[in-house]
């Protein structure tokens, strides 16, 4: 998949796979292209060439509501997204587990 703004390309034709079960951290330096990659996997920007596909499901054209209610789901990350917001091992408030396949 190929991704950026305007002009400018961002992403060159990245290749992602998670499967079932995995937990993946997305790690990179400030401009590397984490958030242009999550935005494109939503659908709030669209790729420029390539495929964006969940649970055999072609998600390319969706609309973001769309990927959502196909069970991709993103939230910020923060101290307290780590411990819980409201209290030890719970869940803050507002939290939206994610929906995978199966």
Same mark, same amino acid.
Not at 21 to 46: F, M, P, R
Not at 89 to 97: K, Y
């Given at each position: 998949?190929?991704?950026?703004?305007? +002009?400018?390309?961002?992403?060159?034709? #990245?290749? %992602? @796979?998670?499967?079932?079960? $995995?937990? #993946?951290? %997305?790690?990179?330096?400030?401009?590397?292209?984490?958030?242009?990659? %999550?935005?494109?996997?939503? +659908? %709030?920007?669209?790729?420029?060439?390539?495929?964006?596909?969940?649970?055999?499901?072609?998600?390319?054209?969706?609309?973001? $509501?769309?990927?959502?209610?196909?069970?991709?789901? +993103?939230?910020?990350?923060?101290?307290?997204?780590?411990?819980?917001?409201?209290?030890?091992? @719970?869940?803050?408030?507002?939290?939206?587990?994610?929906?995978?396949?199966?």
């Amino acid at each position: 998949m190929s991704s950026g703004y305007g +002009q400018v390309q961002i992403l060159w034709d #990245v290749s %992602l @796979e998670v499967k079932h079960g $995995e937990i #993946v951290a %997305l790690i990179g330096a400030n401009g590397a292209g984490k958030t242009t990659l %999550l935005l494109t996997l939503s +659908q %709030l920007i669209k790729p420029r060439s390539g495929s964006v596909r969940f649970a055999g499901r072609d998600l390319t054209r969706a609309r973001p $509501e769309d990927v959502v209610g196909a069970g991709i789901v +993103q939230r910020a990350a923060g101290p307290a997204s780590l411990r819980g917001a409201d209290g030890p091992g @719970e869940p803050a408030s507002g939290d939206v587990p994610a929906a995978g396949p199966g």
